[in-house]
């Protein structure tokens, strides 16, 4: 149903908002664990959990390092209980660029798909296999949300736009990565220390299922790591912090 749909759509633009550059500005050994404080702050209180994110695959090829993170993230309000996300990070030696892909077309279609699989599931509802292809075959997906930077922008340097647009049946949802621009170096100190990072921020529009968001973004991403901390915030009021608290390094 229309109102259905709509609740799979909030889920979404949580997860999507949630979303952040992680980074030569990131870490190239498969196996390390990183763990992040993230509070998401409400009208009346906040919610503190804990974030993971592992390097579980690092491939290198002619300079070109693929790094795959998994990411498990809470979602206390959902009935999904988490979230885990695979996000891609390619670092570049001949430019010394990382270039972040925070999700393609066809993660995204995947993510719709997976969501309302789960919803069907928790509802006890009862769908056919045809109708469940059909809903598939209406899922299109199409652009990608990703972050590129290197250690010699300067600040003030803009980095380009970027565009996601999901179509399921007639509704449609679209994400945008705009106005995304470098601050310069910072040092910014978490509790797994303190760091010399690059400091960016962008702008992440969301419109789904009704609702048109616009939050803005600041990441400080320090190298051999990623980002070490990342806020969030809507209209001038905070709605998310997350800060690196411990490094737990390959064996």
Do not use: H
Request: charged share 20%; aromatic share 6%; hydrophobic share 35%.
């Amino acid at each position: 149903t229309s109102t259905d749909m709509k609740k799979i759509f909030t889920l979404i633009i949580g997860a999507v908002a949630c979303m952040s550059a992680s980074a030569q500005y990131i870490c190239l050994e498969k196996g390390t664990t990183m763990d992040y404080s993230m509070v998401l702050y409400q009208e009346k209180d906040s919610t503190v959990t804990t974030v993971k994110a592992t390097i579980f695959d690092v491939t290198e090829s002619n300079g070109i390092s693929t790094v795959l993170t998994q990411k498990v993230t809470p979602l206390p309000e959902s009935m999904f209980g988490e979230k885990t996300d695979t996000t891609t990070t390619v670092y570049n030696s001949a430019d010394k660029s990382t270039q972040f892909i925070l999700t393609t077309a066809d993660e995204a279609k995947q993510d719709v798909i997976d969501m309302v699989k789960m919803q069907i599931q928790a509802s006890g509802q009862s769908v056919s296999v045809a109708e469940m292809d059909d809903f598939i075959s209406s899922v299109k997906a199409k652009g990608e949300l990703s972050l590129t930077v290197n250690p010699d922008m300067a600040a003030g340097t803009k980095l380009p736009n970027k565009n996601l647009r999901i179509t399921v049946g007639q509704d449609v949802m679209s994400y945008n990565l705009w106005e995304g621009k470098v601050l310069g170096n910072e040092s910014v100190t978490t509790p797994a220390g303190t760091f010399e990072c690059l400091k960016v921020s962008f702008v992440n529009r969301i419109n789904a299922g009704g609702q048109n968001q616009k939050i803005d973004v600041t990441e400080w991403l320090a190298p051999n790591i990623g980002a070490v901390k990342v806020e969030q915030s809507m209209k001038g009021k905070p709605l998310m912090k997350q800060e690196l608290t411990k490094i737990v390094n390959a064996k």
